[in-house]
């Protein structure tokens, strides 16, 4: 069976994202540079919101991307990519799948299929509606010492408690915190 990992980076007071889909407070130094590489090594099918998706796909492609993480860049451009959304007709990014319908119900279905597992990058409804179907195996969470004055917080919209256990933690020179948590 396929396991699904959230992975996502929060404020010290929680939101994953800013207003307008702010995301610049984010620290992704050297260290974190090199744990995405290595993250992006297990070859985790990449799984996408609309919103998430059109963020990355604007960036990853891109010259600067290239110049600035070549080895992240190579690894989120060749990474098989599924993108959860009822408007997006067309990815133009590399190895990717549009999906639509149920997005529970055919995550149910995917987690049983061969495959490579699975990891959602940000996409906070997702990560809520997988949450709620008690559907994702791993919680990854990097917790940047920064507050923000608003925005949206991680788990916005989940309908039962999560219980999680502690399985691993590390620090991180920059303060940057990464927290990894299974269901109990």
Known sequence: MRKLTMYNFITLNGFYKGINED??????GG???????????????????????QMMASYWPTPM???SMPEVAKGMNSAEKIVFSNTLTQADWHNTKILTGDITETMRKLKQQPGNDMTILGS???VSQMANANLID???????????????PLFNGIQNNLNLKLINSRVFKSGVILLSYEPQ
Request: net charge negative; no cysteine.
């Open 23 to 28: 995301i610049s407070w984010h620290r992704h």
């Open 31 to 53: 260290e974190e540079e090199g744990f995405s590489q290595d993250s992006l090594q297990h070859n985790n099918t990449l799984v996408f919101g609309r919103v998430t998706y």
């Open 65 to 67: 991307a290239m110049e």
């Open 124 to 126: 906070g409804s997702i």
């Open 138 to 152: 791993n919680y990854e969470i990097m917790i940047d010492p920064v507050a923000i004055g608003n925005g949206t």
